[in-house]
Every structure is written in C-alpha cells, then in structure tokens.
C-alpha cells in the first residue's frame, strides 16, 4: 500500500552553505533555541512505536529503505509547541515539508504562526533546480528556505498576507554532529535520554512529539543532512 503522508525536501547539490557558515563556539546561541532539519527518511520513521512511559519512537532497530527526504523541527523545550500548532502546521497531501519544518521553528521563537505554504512556494522560486515552481508540488531544500527568510522575511498567518523582512532572520549557522545539537539546544533531558525529539507536519494523523535516538540523528547528518539554526532579526 502506497504511504499517503508526503515529504518533499530535497538534497541541495553542494554542501557549500554548511561548509561557509558552520556552526562554531564563536557564534553559537547563548540561549537554546530550535533547529529545523532536512535528512533522508526512512520507512522505519512512519510508524512511532510507544513506550510504556508515553513517549513515541522511531529510528530504532532496521530503518528499513529511505522513502525520500523531508524536513522536521527540533524543539529546544517541548512544551513551548503548542496544541494548536501542532493542528496547523499540516501539509496534507503537499511536499510542503520545508515550509512546515521552518515555519514552526519560527513558532517556536517568536510565538507567532507563519504561512508554511507561502515559504515553501518562495523557497522553490530561488532553488537551484528548474522542476521547482510556485504552485507545483515538488519539494525544496532547507537551505532555500532560509536564504528566503534572511531576503524576504516572513508572512504571519493574517489576513494582509504580506511578507515582512522584520519577520524573517539576520542569520543561519549549520549545525554538522550531535554535540553541535545539544550546544543548541541546550537541554539536559535530551542527554539524558539520549535522544532528540521531533515535530513533524502531517497534523494530528501523527504523533506531536517523537523521540529520535542519537545514533540515528548522527547517521543522518552523515546522510547529507541540513541541520539550521537561526540569528534572528532584533
């Protein structure tokens, strides 16, 4: 049976923008904050499994065959993702994942809802492949999406509609290990367990929040993975 929840993020063809603008100690957050991820997705990732302490898994045992590519947020504190949001941000049947994944990282900072769908669209404007159009359905990098963050701002979920530079962000720094993740994220249950969760953008057909293990988030970044955290506007 043909899996109907979409993906949509797509390898940049070089690493360059992770190798020109890593993260390092000199300009790392000084507060935790958020950082949203494009990686290869496995079958394995479909089907959270859950503990007998509440918590969704996945990225345990055989990850089975990559189903292509999509993008998820990492919160820097769980509880700051707000039920609400986690209605919202939804792709339904779109490859929209990398406006959903930016968008919410967005969120998360500023307390404010973002139109993924917009991001997406001006994200596939400015990629670097010719089969990306506003209005189609194919998918884009995380490296797009921010480059249209830090050049057009962002556009509130409101009636106007408008995109406003003062929405978007000065800056982006690629994370490239897990000790880079926890530096940003800053949180001591994540260690603790070992693990990293994530917010995903298929609404309520899928589980809020679901932990990932360490190794498994390490062999993705080895995957060509983007892992984004942003400066934003004062």
């Not at 923008?17 to 000084?30: C, D, E, Q, T």
Request: net charge positive; with cysteine.
């Amino acid at each position: 049976m043909e899996n109907v929840n979409p993906l949509g993020r797509r390898k940049p063809t070089t690493d360059e923008h992770i190798r020109k603008h890593p993260l390092l100690l000199s300009n790392a957050p000084s507060k935790p904050v958020p950082v949203a991820t494009g990686t290869n997705w496995y079958t394995n990732f479909d089907t959270p499994v859950q503990d007998k302490d509440g918590k969704w898994w996945v990225g345990r045992g055989n990850l089975g065959t990559i189903r292509g590519g999509h993008c998820v947020c990492m919160p820097h504190r769980i509880k700051l993702d707000l039920k609400a949001w986690y209605a919202y941000y939804n792709q339904l049947k779109e490859g929209a994942c990398v406006g959903m994944g930016c968008s919410r990282m967005m969120s998360l900072l500023n307390r404010k809802r973002y139109d993924a769908f917009w991001l997406w669209n001006e994200a596939k404007k400015i990629d670097e492949w010719s089969d990306t159009n506003a209005g189609d359905n194919n998918g884009t990098s995380v490296r797009a999406a921010m480059d249209v963050l830090r050049m057009q701002g962002h556009v509130k979920r409101t009636k106007t509609r408008i995109a406003k530079i003062g929405e978007g962000i000065e800056a982006n720094k690629w994370a490239t290990n897990i000790d880079d993740l926890f530096s940003v994220l800053q949180n001591d249950t994540y260690k603790k367990l070992g693990a990293i969760p994530f917010l995903n953008s298929w609404g309520e057909t899928y589980p809020q929040v679901v932990w990932m293990p360490c190794e498994t988030w390490d062999r993705l970044i080895k995957e060509d993975g983007e892992m984004t955290l942003i400066v934003d506007r004062p």
